[in-house]
């Protein structure tokens, strides 16, 4: 039998990957009993045999990684950071890594207070998922002298530490492939200075619409955030033919409202959204979208933050991981 991964004791036990990780790494969360199946279904299958000699582990220092997420991203809806975390937590197991989650609170962002597992020196870096002011970041350079990761953010102070998804090149191809399909009149959802990730899929967006020489009116580049961050807007008085949405749950929000209006997505109306991530609790619209690609995003981070942590000069250049295109029932084609 070839190698033995979480994945094939979940599918044994009938529990998710992240419980198999939790029981497997001694950490709460989870029952006696289903502890119990785990740690069996893992002695049948062989599973402490494929890992390393335990001279070998013990050899190696373990590594303890923080991972920080500012707490405006954990709102109603708002998991995908959640489910970014759970997908990092199963790459920290493979590479023996400890992982553990600290929500950074308003207050500690603004006031410039340490996170715990930072202040009292638990972790050997960290991973930060989600923008934070640059401010902060620096503070956290400054005041703990360990590395930090950012994960689906970065500027140009950042770029060498960060790990982002082809936020630019992926909504190039949504908007194109839009206009293939005969769409020309294009709405932009998106508030473009709150993330550098909205900015950068607007700038992808705005790339396709000049080099097919389409103009963008102003009432069809729409906020999207309010001031805390939460989603809200209003749509246009005149309806373009399709909008391009800087996220699904935006796309998703935007159908609901259309079809209050009694528009029919996508005979009446073209959707395109980015990440391929439905929001718990969220209808499923079939949005057309592109996948943002979480493993591979995940992998990157914490390769990068190994590298740094042995030598803090490695590591140093901007990761771009590409996604693709999935196509469901949100776009069909405009007969012009």
Same mark, same amino acid.
């Given at each position: +039998?070839?190698?033995?991964? *979480?994945?094939?004791?979940?599918?044994?036990? #009938?529990?998710?990957?992240?419980?198999?990780?939790?029981?497997?790494?001694?950490?709460?969360?989870?029952?006696?009993? &289903?502890?119990?199946?785990? @740690?069996?279904?893992?002695?049948? *299958?062989?599973?402490?045999?494929?890992?390393?000699?335990?001279?070998?582990?013990?050899?190696?220092k373990l590594?303890?990684?923080?991972?920080?997420?500012?707490?405006?991203? @954990?709102?109603?809806?708002?998991?995908?950071?959640?489910?970014?975390?759970?997908?990092?937590?199963?790459?920290?197991?493979?590479?023996?890594? *400890? *992982?553990?989650?600290?929500? $950074?609170?308003?207050?500690?962002e603004e006031q410039r207070i340490l996170p715990g597992i930072a202040a009292e020196q638990k972790v050997d870096g960290l991973i930060i998922m989600g923008e934070i002011s640059r401010s902060y970041i620096r503070f956290l350079r400054e005041q703990t002298g360990i590395p930090v990761i950012?994960?689906?953010?970065?500027?140009?102070? @950042?770029?060498?530490?960060?790990?982002?998804?082809?936020?630019?090149? #992926? +909504?190039?191809? +949504? &908007?194109?492939?839009?206009?293939?399909?005969?769409?020309?009149?294009?709405?932009? @959802?998106?508030?473009?200075?709150? &993330?550098?990730?909205? +900015?950068?899929?607007? $700038?992808?967006?705005?790339?396709?619409?000049?080099?097919?020489h389409i103009a963008l009116p102003d009432e069809w580049l729409i906020e999207d955030r309010d001031q805390a961050g939460q989603i809200a807007f209003e749509l246009p008085e005149h309806l373009p033919e399709a909008f391009v949405c800087n996220c699904d749950l935006a796309a998703g929000m935007l159908i609901l409202k259309l079809e209050e209006r009694g528009l029919r997505v996508p005979e009446d109306i073209a959707v395109v959204g980015f990440d391929n991530y439905l929001h718990p609790g969220f209808p499923d619209r079939k949005i057309t979208t592109y996948e943002v690609n979480m493993k591979d995003m995940v992998k990157a981070a914490l390769e990068k933050l190994m590298k740094q942590i042995q030598n803090v000069k490695s590591g140093y250049r901007l990761e771009i991981i590409a996604g693709r295109i999935i196509e469901k029932e949100s776009v069909g084609y405009r007969k012009n």
């Open positions: +039998m070839g190698k033995v991964r *979480l994945s094939d004791i979940a599918g044994i036990v #009938g529990v998710s990957t992240v419980t198999v990780h939790n029981a497997l790494t001694g950490q709460k969360g989870v029952s006696s009993e &289903t502890r119990a199946k785990i @740690l069996k279904a893992a002695k049948d *299958l062989g599973y402490y045999r494929n890992q390393e000699p335990q001279k070998n582990v013990r050899s190696k590594r303890c990684v923080g991972v920080l997420i500012a707490e405006r991203y @954990l709102a109603e809806y708002t998991t995908f950071y959640w489910k970014m975390y759970q997908e990092m937590a199963l790459e920290a197991t493979e590479r023996h890594c *400890l *992982l553990t989650v600290e929500i $950074l609170r308003w207050t500690s950012c994960l689906d953010f970065y500027d140009n102070e @950042l770029a060498r530490d960060a790990v982002i998804s082809d936020n630019f090149y #992926g +909504m190039y191809l +949504m &908007t194109e492939y839009l206009i293939a399909r005969g769409y020309r009149k294009l709405a932009y @959802l998106g508030s473009i200075q709150y &993330t550098s990730s909205i +900015m950068d899929r607007y $700038l992808g967006f705005h790339k396709s619409m000049l080099e097919h």
